[in-house]
């Protein structure tokens, strides 16, 4: 049951809005498909329609039967989440407000599968500036990855280039 807690507030931090209200109908396999979507939405921008079954990893009738409640939650959900990622390039170099930052590693965490992509761990998990804030690293999720608690802090200020695991 916590799992699913979890899992449902993960995809209430990947949309801008009331997710649990604008999806109430959703089934299960409506609410995966539409966090794969959600989550590409943010890494990569709004999919073509071409790509959204594929991207939804669902066979063509599963679509047919979901596509009409996702496809214009996700157009709206786009239109929000392009807003919010211009909002916050105005925080390049300086660390974010704690409610964008909260965000922004929950989208982060969920990329990188829940597991430090330093070293493999999955316990004690924070995310890290590859290129830290100090030497002019931005919060884009190109720089960003998921760390565990001493990776994070071995590294620190450090450049990968500069640091030995």
Not at 64 to 72: F, G, V, Y
Not at 82 to 108: C, M, N, S, Y
Not at 118 to 128: A, F, K, M, N, T
């Amino acid at each position: 049951m916590a799992e699913q807690a979890r899992s449902l507030e993960i995809y209430s931090q990947l949309y801008i809005g009331d997710y649990f209200a604008d999806t109430l109908d959703f089934s299960s396999a409506e609410h995966s498909a539409f966090r794969l979507l959600l989550l590409h939405t943010w890494l990569h921008g709004p999919p073509s329609r071409w790509r959204m079954r594929w991207i939804a990893q669902v066979d063509r009738s599963q679509w047919a039967s979901m596509k009409r409640l996702i496809q214009p939650l996700l157009a709206v959900a786009a239109t929000n989440i392009e807003g919010w990622k211009d909002a916050i390039r105005a925080f390049d170099g300086q660390r974010l407000p704690a409610a964008e930052w909260h965000i922004v590693r929950a989208i982060t965490l969920e990329r990188d599968g829940y597991v430090c992509q330093y070293c493999g761990s999955s316990e004690r998990l924070h995310v890290d500036h590859e290129v830290p804030l100090s030497r002019g690293g931005t919060n884009l999720f190109e720089n960003l990855v998921t760390a565990c608690g001493p990776c994070n802090q071995s590294k620190g200020p450090k450049l990968l280039s500069d640091w030995r695991r």
